[in-house]
């Protein structure tokens, strides 16, 4: 009777572990075959980020990349983008080589204009076409009439919108377009210098901290206020951007100041130039030209401080089953600050899980690790909002 009990529990042993072998290595295979097909809709630089997020993920099989834009137009943008340390760190990971990309290196920041970086990403993608079925449709606009017209055999499993903060892909594919509009705890304002004689060479930015403004020809005795120990700190001063497009952000932590109060609700448009204009001719770096009276046109800027303020999308992931797709929205389609500011990499942040999410998507067996995917993709979402709330202006 022992022996038999004996020779029972083996076998059932040697099944159980014959069934657990046979079924992982089906899964491994199964996950390893497994493939989905990408759309993305937006060649800004986090859709062309995206793109190459996509195609390291080793787990798509057809990528299309659209842009509304031919890429003459798609490239001329005037802008330089910073890229934080965290930044540099995901690019590199996605084998980006920023010795063969035209920029410059200050404090562990990359500075390059955003067509550059958007050039250098296509041409990435390029070189990896032998890997993956990879297509840039430049001048293709997502619409109704691209739905229509896509043949069904066609519809990608994943659509990752980064249609920046203007694009009305969301709409087209029914998501809610209801936004949460949440208060950073600060004040900012912004001003722009074109100035068409001065080079386009990526420059790094300039940082001043602390800044408080003799406005006591405005009748704001401020100055006194900022000796008191209890007072709130200074204005901090960022100048970026090309010698031929200058960008200035100010900001300065929400407070009830009497210069705050003042500079919040100012009707005189002429003091928000003169602090720019001042700010800009003392922190400026010693080769370029000052801003004098007869080129202080060149400068536009806000009126007053405004509360700056960070808009995320509700629903930033949704599966539509009718079509069975799922879609992720990224970059200034997903969040956008109402403060025009130099290395806030709010867009890259949020790729940090695409490709896990691509993973998921691609290995999902039924609805609920459909939705398992979602799910991480979305709380990831909001956790870049909470944290940019916190320390992100900082
Ligand atoms: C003055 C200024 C200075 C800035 N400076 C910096 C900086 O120093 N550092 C930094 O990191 N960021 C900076 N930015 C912000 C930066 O430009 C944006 O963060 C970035 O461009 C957002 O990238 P995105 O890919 O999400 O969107 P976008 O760059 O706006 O790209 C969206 C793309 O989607 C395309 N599109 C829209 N709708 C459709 C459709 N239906 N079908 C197909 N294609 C469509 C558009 O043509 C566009 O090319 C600055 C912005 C401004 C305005």
Request: with cysteine; proline share 3%.
């Amino acid at each position: 009777y022992r022996a038999l009990a004996l020779d029972t529990a083996l076998s059932t042993l040697a099944a159980v572990l014959v069934y657990v072998v046979v079924k992982v290595s089906v899964d491994g295979i199964r996950h390893w075959r497994a493939r989905v097909s990408v759309l993305i809709v937006g060649s800004g630089p986090v859709g062309l980020t995206a793109a190459l997020v996509a195609v390291r993920s080793g787990k798509v099989l057809k990528l299309t990349v659209l842009d509304e834009r031919y890429r003459s137009s798609l490239l001329c943008r005037p802008q330089q983008i910073a890229l934080d340390p965290r930044s540099v760190r995901f690019l590199l990971g996605l084998g980006v080589d920023f010795d063969n990309m035209e920029g410059c290196w200050h404090n562990e920041h990359f500075f390059t204009r955003i067509g550059v970086f958007q050039e250098y990403l296509l041409s990435i993608l390029e070189q990896r076409k032998h890997k993956v079925d990879v297509k840039v449709q430049l001048g293709t606009k997502f619409s109704e009439e691209y739905v229509r017209r896509l043949p069904s055999t066609d519809w990608p499993q994943v659509i990752v919108v980064a249609d920046g903060s203007c694009g009305d892909t969301c709409s087209v594919l029914g998501l809610s377009s209801d936004y949460t509009v949440e208060s950073c705890q600060a004040y900012g304002a912004n001003a722009t210098i074109e100035r068409l004689d001065q080079r386009q060479v990526p420059t790094p930015e300039i940082r001043a901290h602390s800044l408080f403004f003799d406005l006591s020809a405005y009748g704001v005795e401020a100055l006194r206020e900022h000796k008191s120990p209890s007072a709130k700190p200074g204005f901090h001063l960022k100048i970026y951007g090309t010698f031929r497009n200058r960008y200035m952000a100010l900001v300065c932590p929400a407070s009830d100041t009497k210069m705050v109060r003042f500079l919040r609700h100012t009707a005189n448009a002429s003091i928000m130039k003169n602090i720019f204009h001042q700010s800009f001719n003392v922190y400026k770096t010693d080769i370029e030209p000052r801003l004098s009276e007869v080129t202080l046109h060149q400068l536009q800027c806000s009126r007053r401080l405004f509360e700056v303020q960070l808009s995320h999308r509700t629903v930033s992931a949704a599966y539509i089953t009718g079509d069975n797709v799922a879609v992720v929205v990224e970059g200034e389609a997903a969040r956008v600050l109402s403060l025009d500011t130099c290395g806030v990499n709010l867009g890259l942040r949020g790729l940090e899980s695409l490709g896990t999410f691509i993973y998921g998507m691609a290995t999902a067996v039924d609805q609920s690790d459909v939705l398992e995917a979602l799910s991480a993709k979305m709380s990831h979402s909001k956790q870049v909002s909470q944290d940019f709330k916190r320390t992100g202006l900082s």
